[in-house]
């Protein structure tokens, strides 16, 4: 069965550390993979996307992820993290017919002054 | 562009009554969506419109639940009757087929049914 499992349910960090959100995917083939962040009363915004191609991609906000085949994973990654960061992070994968995304059940990251 | 627009951002309604959802997706988008997001289930998918026609409406919960989208620029979800359990966050999102996949979400509207 298709899935996408975020492992950790909250992450706490501090302002300026370093941070990393993992990812797993279960799907027949290479699926497309997408990170969204959602702060509190929003909706889900786009962090970045991966097709094809290099396999580190970057995004907004100063965010970048790696795809790894031989893991089937796809992790979240800043360099700096900044108090703003506070909010959900979500991990989806698609397909062909990648109207129907399959999201995870979320990260919730919490950033220590 | 304004984004994908919902209304109303908030909806607090008793149980029994009927909840209409509205849905403004980004112009020049052909696909839309609804998802409902809860505590329990994460967000789940609802129903897919492509030029305006349901696609696929296996995640509608039940025969109480309707949507609707009578042209490109508007859709509606509606419940009837509403019900405790149907309280949650829904969301409209859009997709654009040149988009290369990338969903706009609306900001979503916060149902309580109490």
């Known amino acids: 069965a298709q899935s996408v499992t975020q492992p950790d349910i909250h992450i706490t960090v501090s302002e300026g550390a370093s941070l990393e959100l993992r990812c797993n995917y279960s799907?027949?083939?290479?699926?497309?993979l997408f990170w969204y962040v959602q702060s509190p009363g929003q909706g889900l915004q786009l962090l970045l996307k991966?097709?094809?191609?290099?396999?580190l991609v970057q995004g907004i906000k100063g965010f970048e992820a790696e795809f790894k085949r031989s893991q089937s994973s796809f992790n979240l990654r800043k360099p700096s993290v900044h108090w703003s960061d506070a909010a959900e992070y979500f991990c989806?994968?698609?397909?062909?017919?990648?109207?129907?995304?399959?999201f995870g059940s979320g990260t919730r990251l919490l950033v220590r002054p | 562009d304004a984004g994908v627009i919902q209304s109303p951002r908030h909806e607090v309604t008793e149980m029994g009554q009927e909840v209409t959802l509205r849905c403004k997706p980004i112009?020049?988008?052909?696909?839309l969506f609804w998802y409902r997001q809860t505590m329990m289930r994460g967000l789940e998918l609802l129903i897919y419109?492509?030029?305006?026609?349901?696609?696929?409406d296996s995640g509608m919960p039940e025969d109480r639940f309707s949507a609707k989208m009578p042209n490109a620029s508007f859709s509606t979800l509606k419940i009837q009757p509403s019900e405790p359990r149907d309280s949650a966050v829904y969301f409209c999102?859009?997709?654009?087929?040149?988009?290369?996949?990338?969903?706009?979400f609306g900001q979503g509207t916060r149902l309580t049914v109490v």
């Open positions: 799907y027949g083939a290479t699926p497309y």
């Open positions: 989806a994968a698609g397909g062909d017919s990648s109207y129907k995304l399959i």
């Open positions: 999102a859009s997709l654009s087929s040149r988009a290369l996949l990338g969903i706009v």
């Open positions: 112009s020049g988008h052909n696909s």
């Open positions: 991966y097709f094809s191609g290099d396999t």
């Open positions: 419109f492509n030029n305006n026609v349901p696609i696929d």
